[in-house]
């Protein structure tokens, strides 16, 4: 027993605590304790919040390696950029790749642990919440918001009735008092709504990161992504792993889950605003390739492929990634063919396309480096004007020819690029289409030119949870900004001038949004009027209403 | 009509009629704020000036309702396609979604003024952006774009709305703040009713803040019989206003609209084609931010109090909130139909989280209790300069896909 006149010290502390640890335990525990309190505190979060922004700033800012790794590549080479010794910082704390840099999965694990140690009390809570609340009982109306009285000649347990059963249907949850001699409150139906929306709604909204989450997670392991170059016409390229060009499998993706089908371009469709001075020239206005598939064992079918509607093979996305155009090169040697294949040049900055021929039959080896202009029509004095529209009405292919060692095998190299070190060069040349040129006893010819398409393929069984946690996100979201707290008391008195009257007092309290709550309560008591058979009360009441106490004393 | 004359006509409702428009609506209403204190007849002549500004107000949203129908006409889309046409729409949600809000959800015409500046601004800040109509690229044409595009320039025009409150709630915050303390050390230095303000004059200072008045009394100005002290009570709410006004340094709030403008407009001196064009430009923006700041400060002795100011911001916020990250999901969902992936951190990708996180910051910074108020208003403002940057550098300076600024 604690005797307060007493000095604190004579005392015995009301609970004895535990045991605490000591030494190096102790030490150990309270910098985890304290740790986990410094997480869960809502200042944590929104630093923690503007350091993922920063850090996304950062490779919104240093290009990123998985994205443009050409660009990365020189920027360490001190080609481009800052030059070398800033680009050895860069590298060293992962600006080359943020999202996958130890500092970002550090911001973003202590961003998750900081959202466990705010949720895990909430969630308590508000699941004691759900369990034990129920709508406070009145003594005294005192201020509320909204407050309306009005009479009726219903008995007063009807008029109770009508309000608990209007208030059900109207989803509040309802608490119905009779007074009786322990407890001076008057009868009345209590009403409350919106107490578990409105922090239910913002739990659903922050435990649907968790889900989002473990949909991306498993999107790594279970993706696959590949892309891969089609020529109109061409066999095309079956599903499987060897065949794409670039190709980027999750951990848990096996060789065995490609399916196997065979895709063909048969024509790819593309034009473009072609006045120079109409408006939006030069903007592409149709981007459409016919294709046909042959699955694995199944009839082959024709498909549509456009800008905004892949085709679907179970599960299966093919997208249009990029498209050039696709020049037929025919290179002999000594009157024997080295090279006779569809190039895939791509589109450069400068309007024309860029490529490369390796012919390593030839000995020594043939290499080109391929400049494709679409519209390069011939000037006043003959010789070609390359321009940047990409139209082939005017086809020109410029190459540089080069003998020597194409190192294929020795070094990363691209299809249309071309490692010089051991190469000489042995001359330019142009060619039109169905031209061809002999330079130092290497006939190049350029027969024939279609199309290619590049293709993206992939398979993300991840997306209907990333959906389901997007579209949690946004219903808790709604719930937590827009449910809005209200309590509302229903309390009946009997008039004692007229037997049969029964005085109702209508009040009501908005915890947000106050303004919307007018006219919620306004119709709330039209319609409990409606039902009643109510009339307004007299102004000038002669009886004292249940307000004339001043304190708004609730109990529970 | 051909499109060439629809094209014209397009631009002509845009400029001069629209922006013009919302200019006067805006310079009439904000007039009409400075008549909520003082005499009968002044009373009677903001009444008009509050008739005539919705009268300008609804004109002008016309005109621009009309600029986009006729500019969708002149070239057979919907005008969602390019930076120009963003912006517009932009304005033109944020003006409708304002006064709607304002007049008939908070019934607090006497902001409208301030909205409809904003919306002028947004529109100058278009003309900057200004690209001739024409077709859409292919991989545009989708009702993909539509529902995206549409949510994200709403979301963008509700935020910019809830730029304007939050501004407008720090100005008014820091002149109480000042007179609060100029009287403490009037009263000897006692911090206790420091914040009372009605010394100067109780009626005084009921009539230049209704919400002090109390919310159960209607709008401002009801009662307005001349009363013999009346004189005595306008020159002590005069002498209060200057100490508002004074509250709020000019050159202070000057030179720091100057900077914190120039964190978004320096876009603007990179990416012009030749330098002094791009100063030219990069001043104009700035000089009219700040010009707009001095206007705001000379009627902070007429804005409503703080917490209506301080509410407004919140509510807007929320609802461009829940528009960003439905138009950013969206998004989301069309790269992954159109590009084959969800998400890949491309600029503007990267912008509009930012955007989005920014705004999530705001939101919580409103839930905690330590930093309720200032701080709060002062995260609402950075989040508006990170949304304004990252969609200029997104469009102007980093080329990535969603990159439609020339076209």
Redesign the interface.
């Known amino acids: 027993m604690t005797e307060s006149s007493l000095p604190p010290q004579q005392n015995p502390p009301v609970r004895r605590r535990r045991a605490a640890p000591s030494g190096p335990v102790a030490f150990v525990w309270e910098s985890v304790l304290m740790g986990w309190r410094w997480l869960a505190r809502?200042?944590t979060?929104?630093y923690l919040?503007?350091a993922?922004?920063i850090l996304?700033?950062v490779?919104?800012a240093v290009p990123?390696e998985p994205?443009v790794p050409s660009t990365v590549a020189s920027w360490r080479e001190g080609e481009a950029g800052p030059g070398v010794g800033v680009s050895r910082v860069l590298d060293a704390v992962g600006a080359y790749d943020v999202?996958g840099s130890a500092i970002f999965l550090a911001v973003l694990l202590a961003l998750y642990i900081s959202l466990t140690a705010c949720l895990i009390p909430r969630i308590k809570a508000w699941i004691r919440l759900v369990r034990r609340s129920q709508p406070p009982v009145v003594r005294h109306l005192g201020a509320q918001d909204e407050r309306t009285v009005f009479v009726t000649d219903r008995s007063p347990a009807e008029v109770r009735a009508s309000a608990a059963e209007l208030l059900s249907r109207r989803r509040w949850r309802v608490r119905r008092h009779d007074a009786h001699a322990d407890d001076p409150r008057p009868d009345q139906v209590a009403a409350e709504t919106g107490l578990w929306a409105r922090e239910g709604g913002s739990l659903v909204f922050h435990l649907s990161f968790y889900v989002l989450l473990a949909a991306i997670v498993l999107g790594q392991l279970l993706t696959f992504?590949g892309q891969r170059g089609v020529v109109e016409g061409d066999p095309g390229f079956r599903d499987t792993a060897v065949s794409y060009w670039s190709y980027s499998p999750g951990r848990w993706f096996g060789e065995g889950d490609h399916q196997g089908w065979r895709l063909e371009l048969e024509r790819f469709h593309v034009d473009w605003?072609r006045d120079p001075l109409?408006?939006?020239a030069g903007?592409?206005?149709?981007?459409?390739s016919d294709v046909r598939v042959t699955p694995q064992d199944g009839e082959p079918f024709d498909a549509v492929i456009?800008?905004?509607?892949?085709l679907n093979l179970d599960g299966t996305?093919?997208?249009q990634?990029d498209w050039g155009y696709a020049p037929r090169v025919v290179v002999e040697v000594d009157g024997e063919v080295v090279h006779d294949t569809f190039l895939t040049p791509v589109l450069t900055d400068g309007g024309f396309f860029r490529g490369a021929v390796k012919a390593p039959a030839a000995d020594p080896d043939v290499g080109m480096d391929v400049f494709f202009y679409a519209f390069a029509p011939d000037g006043e004095d003959g010789r070609p004007v390359p321009t940047g529209a990409p139209w082939a009405d005017a086809p020109l292919l410029v190459f540089q020819l080069f003998r020597g060692d194409l190192r294929l095998g020795a070094t990363q190299q691209t299809i249309n690029e071309l490692d010089v070190e051991e190469l000489t060069s042995q001359g330019f040349g142009a060619l039109r289409l169905g031209q061809s040129l002999e330079l130092e006893g290497v006939t190049v010819s350029f027969p024939e030119l279609r199309r290619w398409v590049g293709f993206?393929v992939?398979s993300?069984p991840q997306?209907p949870y990333?959906?389901a946690g997007?579209v949690l996100?946004?219903v808790g979201?709604?719930g937590s900004?827009y449910a809005s707290r209200r309590r509302l008391w229903v309390v009946t008195m009997e008039e004692a001038a007229a037997a049969p009257r029964t005085l109702v007092t209508v009040a009501g309290r908005a915890f947000q949004?106050p303004?919307a709550f007018e006219e919620e309560f306004a119709d709330l008591v039209a319609e409990l009027m409606a039902a009643t058979d109510g009339a307004p009360a007299d102004p000038h009441p002669t009886t004292e209403l249940p307000t004339a106490l001043p304190a708004a004393e609730t109990t529970r | 009509m051909g499109s060439d004359q629809l094209?014209e006509l397009s631009r002509l409702l845009y400029f001069p009629t629209t922006l013009m428009l919302y200019l006067g609506a805006s310079i009439v209403y904000l007039y009409a704020l400075t008549t909520t204190v003082g005499r009968t007849d002044q009373r009677e002549r903001g009444r008009l000036a509050r008739r005539l500004g919705g009268i300008l107000a609804v004109l002008g949203i016309t005109a621009h309702v009309a600029h986009e129908i006729v500019r969708g006409l002149a070239?057979d889309r919907l005008p969602l396609g390019n930076m120009f046409e963003v912006t517009s729409l932009m304005a033109l949600v944020g003006v409708s979604v304002g006064l709607i809000h304002l007049q008939f959800?908070?019934r607090r015409p006497e902001l409208n003024g301030f909205v409809l500046l904003g919306g002028a601004l947004v529109l100058g800040m278009g003309m900057l952006m200004y690209a001739?109509?024409?077709?859409?690229?292919?991989?545009l044409?989708?009702w993909?774009r539509t529902f995206h595009v549409s949510l994200l320039v709403g979301g963008m025009g509700v935020f910019a709305a809830a730029f304007v409150f939050n501004a407008l709630y720090l100005l008014r915050d820091t002149g109480e703040l000042a007179v609060a303390a100029e009287r403490s050390r009037a009263g000897g230095g006692s911090t206790v009713g420091a914040a009372y303000v009605g010394d100067v004059s109780d009626g005084a200072a009921t009539a230049a803040d209704p919400e002090t008045a109390g919310t159960s009394s209607g709008p401002a100005g009801e009662d307005d019989e001349l009363d013999p002290d009346e004189e005595r009570d306008r020159a002590e709410l005069l002498a209060y206003h200057r100490a508002l006004r004074r509250g709020v340094p000019p050159v202070k709030l000057a030179l720091g609209t100057f900077l914190g403008t120039s964190l978004v407009s320096w876009v603007w001196l990179t990416t012009a084609d030749t330098w002094s064009a791009g100063l030219g430009r990069f001043l104009a923006v700035n000089l009219t931010m700040v010009a707009a700041a001095l206007v705001a400060r000379w009627f902070v002795p007429f804005l409503p109090a703080t917490a209506t100011m301080d509410g407004l911001a919140h509510?807007t916020t929320?609802?461009a909130?829940?528009l960003w990250?439905?138009g950013t999901?969206a998004g989301?969902?069309?790269a992954?139909?159109?590009?084959?992936?969800?998400w890949?951190?491309d600029?503007k990708e990267?912008?509009a989280?930012?955007t989005w996180?920014?705004y999530?910051?705001y939101l919580?910074?409103r839930?905690?209790r330590?930093?309720k108020g200032r701080g709060a208003a002062w995260i609402g403002v950075a989040a508006f300069i990170?949304l304004m940057g990252t969609y200029l550098?997104a469009n102007y300076v980093?080329v990535g896909l969603h990159s439609y600024a020339d076209?």
């Not at chain 1, 903007?283 to 459409?288: A, E, H, K």
């Not at chain 1, 456009?306 to 892949?310: A, F, L, T, V």
């Not at chain 2, 992954?336 to 969800?342: K, T, Y």
């Open positions: 809502m200042r979060a929104l919040l503007a993922l922004a996304s700033i490779a919104t990123q994205n999202y992504e605003v109409a408006p939006g903007q592409p206005t149709v981007f459409r456009d800008s905004n509607r892949p996305r093919i997208t990634l993206q992939s993300r997306l990333l959906l997007s996100l946004i979201l709604l900004l949004r303004e | 094209a070239q959800v908070r001739e109509p024409g077709p859409l690229m292919p991989i044409d989708t993909w509510r929320a609802f909130f829940v990250t439905i999901i989301a969902m069309w992954e139909v159109s590009w084959g992936r969800f890949g951190w600029p990267t912008g989280f930012l996180i920014a999530a910051g919580h910074a839930a905690t330590g930093v990170v550098i980093i076209l």
